[in-house]
């Protein structure tokens, strides 16, 4: 299949800038995989799809404010995103404007606090960058950084939580699993009062899961690889909820490249951690995902590929449309699809 056939049209200002408010306020499009029907609900309906043997899975990495402003001697400014640390103070990162920035000049974020020394490129294209601070570098970060927010998002944030699911516990993520932005804590008490379970995993979300496909046959692309954890906690209770009959609901794409990383042929999720980069196309025999609760990608992507993958590419743009046509907010901040 060609990258084209991923494509489609989207008026700019259904491009969310702002999050919903609540969270689960946000518009919920469910479609039927098998029958293609579609309904139109709010996200604080997800409970009543739900069954109480279902496990729902969620990915709890916490996106650290990683994106820093420095200058180089000569002036010029330059934005810096941490993307993940190599050893010691030596990091991989994304440069902007890259080019400007030879290996070895001095890049000063706080002068006195936080400084850095621009590297080569690296074979995913990112830069290596080595920071010099004192003491731990996370309340730095805390105090010079920034969410990395994605470059459609044009506005600043009112509250950098917004970009932070409300169970986020595992610092590493340079973006938020935004299926999970949806999510508050009544919701979630809500589920499990149903007989839910709820399971965590974390996948620590790079700058591969957004980068463009640029090859013309999608299967030629690859993905860069992400840090995974499943706990053995986290795998008996999946595996619970398949022998009692519930389905796995996998909340975001990232959860879904997790488990079909770690799923076994009879479908036996296992506990363990590593790095993935699984790329899921269509024809992909899912064995741990049922259901799927995402967001609306971008054309082109490996996210739009994937949920093709789940639920038929013709069916996916077919209900892009219908959501265009029913004004749905977009991408990040925008509305959910849950797929039965």
């Not at 309906?45 to 996106?63: A, F, I, Q």
């Amino acid at each position: 299949m060609r990258r084209a056939d991923f494509d489609y049209v989207l008026p700019r200002h259904l491009v969310a800038q702002t999050p919903a408010r609540p969270r689960d306020s946000a518009r919920l499009l469910v479609l039927d995989r098998a029958t293609g029907g579609v309904e139109h609900r709010t996200f604080r309906d997800l409970p009543g799809y739900l069954h109480p043997r279902d496990e729902l899975v969620l990915n709890d990495t916490r996106v650290m404010p990683v994106r820093l402003r420095a200058r180089r001697p000569t002036g010029g400014q330059v934005e810096v995103v941490l993307v993940r640390r190599r050893s010691g103070g030596t990091w991989e990162a994304l440069m902007r404007p890259g080019r400007k920035v030879r290996p070895g000049a001095r890049l000063v974020f706080a002068s006195g606090v936080l400084e850095g020394t621009a590297g080569p490129r690296t074979d995913s294209g990112t830069r290596l960058i080595t920071l010099a601070h004192q003491g731990d570098l996370r309340p730095i970060l805390d105090r010079l950084g920034e969410m990395p927010v994605p470059p459609y998002i044009e506005r600043p944030l009112d509250d950098p939580d917004d970009y932070q699911t409300v169970y986020a516990g595992r610092d590493g993520a340079i973006a938020a699993p935004t299926a999970g932005l949806h999510f508050t804590d009544a919701l979630l008490r809500a589920i499990r009062e149903r007989g839910v379970g709820v399971a965590f995993l974390t996948l620590h979300v790079g700058p591969g899961t957004f980068r463009p496909v640029k090859t013309e046959e999608i299967a030629r692309h690859r993905m860069e690889a992400e840090y995974y954890d499943v706990s053995a906690e986290a795998a008996a209770a999946i595996n619970a909820a398949r022998a009692r009959g519930g389905r796995i609901v996998v909340a975001g794409t990232t959860g879904v490249r997790t488990l079909e990383s770690v799923v076994g042929e009879d479908g036996t999720v296992r506990a363990g951690s590593g790095w993935t980069d699984l790329f899921i196309l269509p024809g992909f025999h899912f064995r741990a995902t049922d259901a799927l609760i995402t967001n609306f990608h971008l054309p082109r992507t490996t996210l739009l590929i994937l949920v093709s993958a789940f639920a038929g590419r013709e069916r996916i743009l077919a209900t892009y449309a219908a959501a265009v046509r029913a004004e749905y907010r977009f991408y990040s901040f925008g509305d959910a699809m849950l797929i039965l």
